[in-house]
């Protein structure tokens, strides 16, 4: 059974996932390093700011990713082999794909490292690998 989940939805709970797991340092303990262009990080974070918006970490990366750009999971232990690049078209298809009780955790605000750990597995890599 799939959940449906609309873009802004997906979007939100993708950020938040990113703060939970990427932003405290989580997936490092799987030899994982998230990427952008640098240029595109400074041009989004320059454009939250100038719109007054919070230009936090994560709100940038999911700034790069509303303007067409992709966000990398760099594999630092294994020769690249789990490099995995992603848009903004896999953040809406795949965040619903993730296992349900992670899905009630995002929506009943009861979500931790572990929760966001299992969505963004299944949007970079479609199904749950590490951990």
Not at 1 to 29: I, K, W
Not at 90 to 103: D, F, G, I, T
């Amino acid at each position: 059974m799939t959940t449906q989940l609309t873009p802004q939805e997906s979007e939100d709970f993708f950020c938040r996932a990113l703060c939970n797991a990427v932003g405290t340092g989580y997936m490092d303990g799987y030899g994982l390093r998230m990427a952008c262009d640098r240029s595109q990080y400074k041009d989004c974070r320059e454009h939250l700011l100038r719109q007054e918006k919070e230009a936090c970490y994560e709100d940038i990366l999911m700034q790069i990713l509303r303007d067409g750009g992709s966000l990398t999971f760099e594999d630092l232990e294994c020769d690249g082999e789990y490099t995995r690049s992603i848009t903004l078209k896999e953040v809406h298809e795949r965040v619903q794909l993730s296992p349900a009780e992670h899905l009630a955790n995002m929506l009943t605000e009861d979500d931790d490292a572990e929760t966001a750990d299992v969505i963004l597995q299944t949007v970079f890599f479609e199904d749950i690998i590490f951990g």
